[in-house]
């Protein structure tokens, strides 16, 4: 092996002068400026609240949903997928950074030829030789291809890592909604439960005034359909949480048939202030857009590895050679035969096939460059939507709870009203109606704020640390 590397040193200096004249073919990577690009957004944004933390589901104060979402990371198979993918670009990565080092061959045998036949005096066709042959190979990256390859790899591999990053962060904000909808369908069921009492009392006023004579047999009927469509209502809220509860199971790992999550009579976490930043703090929190902006850099370095094709590949070699016919003697310096050379390759004629090549890889970094510029106009279209909701569903929210708190208030009058026989029972079937479908679209609203600023949090890119992703060699 001292052979080997005497044999090395020998390529060294010419491998070094011939490099250092060299020059990596095609552009150098610069990210594209997107227009229109302001330093604020148009709707308003929450200025005075604290960033959120890294785990951001924690800002609504629920064990359980804490609990799942540490689950998320470890058994979602999405996130396992890409993961995997990752890891298998991480070895892309090694492999094209191997190429430009020296390739050392090793190859051995023992041969032993019999016969017994004899030619003269010391001359025989029988006997054992023995060889030995360590060599080297080396491709000199005058033009740069293999260092742009490696480029290529390196930029996938960072996009594989965004991508990972935006599987964990899309099944952790999935995780989050579907929870906060679970619990909306809790709340909701238990709205229908209370007014399926309250209905069920109604009933039985109906019926006594039937018995009593002082009302027709229509206010019961009512008052039947009434309790019936409260209890269909309450099937569907049933139906929903089963589906959504099904869905979180997927969503960490598990199967369906055997999870389940206990029901809550009373939940009502506010929806928390999200605070928005800047817009150019977008382009490097969001993952998408980090994956987009990382494909159109493995793309540019396509262009210079078509590039390089132009141009013939330079490859040192060396060798060395031990042949004997003792194994004792196999070093011997006799033994040994060395030869040290270089080779150029090169394709003459291609009738336009590499230039097509070239061209192709323009075209394809292009296509990337729209790709980011149209991944980064939807991320500010996302945030600027999230945050118009975020302002419209609270004010929503207050004039429901008012709506609702008049219509609980006019409910219990016109019953009253029913029961001294001043009104007909028709005039508390819409009163009570009136007052369910308010309380029911309250809580519906105070879910849609809820999940409003989980979707915020994700198209803000889910954390407030600016990844960097260049460290992903």
């Known amino acids: 092996m001292m052979l080997i590397r005497c044999a090395a040193r020998s390529l060294v200096p010419v491998a070094v002068a011939t490099l250092l004249a060299g020059c990596a073919l095609g552009p150098n990577y610069h990210r594209p400026d997107v227009a229109g690009v302001t330093d604020h957004y148009k709707n308003p944004v929450t200025t005075t609240a604290p960033a959120p933390p890294d785990n951001w589901w ?8 804490n609990d799942l979402e540490q689950q998320v990371e470890v058994s979602n198979q999405n996130i396992a997928q890409a993961a995997a993918a990752y890891m298998q670009a991480r070895a892309v990565v090694r492999e094209d950074r191997s190429n430009l080092l020296p390739s050392i061959d090793l190859s051995g045998g023992v041969t032993r030829t019999g016969g017994g036949t004899s030619f003269g005096p010391g001359i025989s066709t029988s006997g054992t030789s023995y060889q030995l042959s360590p060599s080297a190979d080396w491709e000199l990256d005058v033009w740069g291809r293999l260092r742009r390859t490696l480029e290529n790899a390196r930029a996938s591999a960072q996009a594989s890592a965004a991508d990972l990053a935006n599987a964990t962060l899309s099944a952790r904000s999935e995780l989050a909604i579907a929870y906060l909808q679970l619990r909306g369908a809790d709340a909701q069921r238990k709205l229908l439960s209370d007014t399926q ?14 018995k009593a004579g002082v009302s027709a047999r229509t206010d019961v009927l009512q008052a039947q359909s009434q309790l019936f469509s409260a209890q269909d209502q309450e099937q569907a809220e049933i139906l929903q949480r089963d ?11 598990k199967p369906a048939s055997g999870f389940t999550i206990a029901a809550l009579d009373t939940w009502d976490i506010p929806a928390p202030p999200i605070p928005a930043g800047v817009p150019s703090e977008l382009l490097l929190r969001r993952p998408d857009v980090g994956a987009a902006e990382r494909q159109m850099a493995a793309a540019n370095a396509t262009i210079g590895v078509e590039e390089a094709n132009f141009f013939p590949a330079i490859t040192l070699t060396g060798s060395y050679n031990f042949l004997s016919t003792a194994a004792s003697a196999l070093f011997d310096k006799a033994t040994l035969s060395h030869s040290i050379g270089a080779s150029l390759s090169q394709t003459l004629l291609d009738f336009g096939a590499r230039r097509a090549e070239v061209d192709a890889a323009r075209d394809a970094y292009a296509q990337a460059v729209a790709s980011y510029r149209q991944t980064v106009l939807t991320a500010f279209q996302n945030v600027e939507n999230d945050l118009a909701g975020a302002d419209i569903y609270q004010k929503e929210f207050e004039l429901r709870r008012q709506n609702s708190e008049a219509l609980d208030l006019a409910e219990t009058l016109t019953l009253n009203e029913y029961k001294a026989g001043t009104v007909d029972f028709t005039t508390v079937v819409v009163a009570e109606t009136s007052a369910l479908n308010a309380r029911l679209s309250l809580a519906q609203m105070r879910v849609t704020r809820q999940t409003t600023a989980v979707t915020l949090i994700t198209d803000l890119g889910g954390g407030w640390k600016t990844p960097d992703y260049s460290h992903y060699k």
Not at 58 to 65: E, F, H, I
Not at 197 to 210: G, H, P, V
């Open 197 to 210: 009492e309250a209905y069920a009392r109604t009933l039985t006023i109906t019926q006594n005034k039937y």
């Open 243 to 253: 589906q959504l509860e099904n869905a979180i199971a997927a969503l960490i790992g």
């Open 58 to 65: 924690t800002l609504y104060n629920d064990s359980v949903l």
